[in-house]
């Protein structure tokens, strides 16, 4: 059992190093990018409560990811019920002024295209595919995480991957943007 002061040190430890981290893993869990900040919070506030089981220091980062995974799951569902319009691939990103406008849109079309689709892969493999294939953790970590068995946390990234692969390559055959297109030139 951790002492008050340390429990606190830990959190603000635990808050400055994660909290991009954790809003970056919000975004892509499906929460809208003007509730990301609030879904923030509530991630960081579950975890406050729930730090005793914070069982390694130095890796909290899967733990975090899971509590955001369920935070997202709830922000959803909220979300669902209040009709709003929404730009899926509203992301903020710090601004590059140094590269060329032309490349900054392509970044943004790649990084809309990629939001969008990763909203297509059903919630309880997009998690998977996303701690696995985008924040690097590994399956039997994410499977102990989520309380899944190993196998079917490998079926779930197998499934996502190719949904996501599909959805790319649907999105890019039908949609494709000006910039690869040569419309756009730098």
């Not at 400055?16 to 809003?23: D, I, K, M, T």
């Not at 970056?24 to 929460?31: E, K, M, N, Q, S």
């Not at 059903?122 to 953790?137: S, T």
């Not at 996501?164 to 690869?180: H, N, V």
Request: include cysteine; glycine fraction near 2%.
């Amino acid at each position: 059992m951790r002492s008050e002061t340390e429990r606190t040190e830990l959190f603000h430890k635990l808050f400055h190093e994660n909290f991009l981290y954790v809003c970056a893993c919000l975004r892509r869990f499906g929460v809208h990018a003007s509730d990301v900040e609030d879904a923030a919070h509530e991630v960081f506030l579950t975890a406050y409560r729930r730090l005793e089981s914070l069982v390694t220091v130095s890796s909290p980062r899967p733990w975090l990811a899971r509590i955001a995974y369920l935070t997202a799951l709830s922000s959803r569902q909220r979300t669902e019920r209040r009709v709003e319009v929404t730009d899926p691939g509203a992301m903020p990103e710090p601004e590059d002024h140094r590269q060329r406008p032309d490349k900054l849109l392509e970044l943004e079309e790649e990084r809309s295209l990629v939001l969008h689709t990763l909203q297509s892969i059903p919630a309880d493999r997009r998690v998977v595919f996303v701690m696995h294939d985008i924040d690097g953790h590994d399956i039997p970590e994410i499977a102990t995480l989520l309380s899944i068995p190993l196998n079917t946390a490998y079926s779930r990234l197998r499934l996502a991957r190719a949904e996501f692969r599909d959805a790319i390559e649907r999105a890019t055959r039908r949609d494709m943007p000006l910039t690869r297109l040569g419309l756009l030139k730098g």
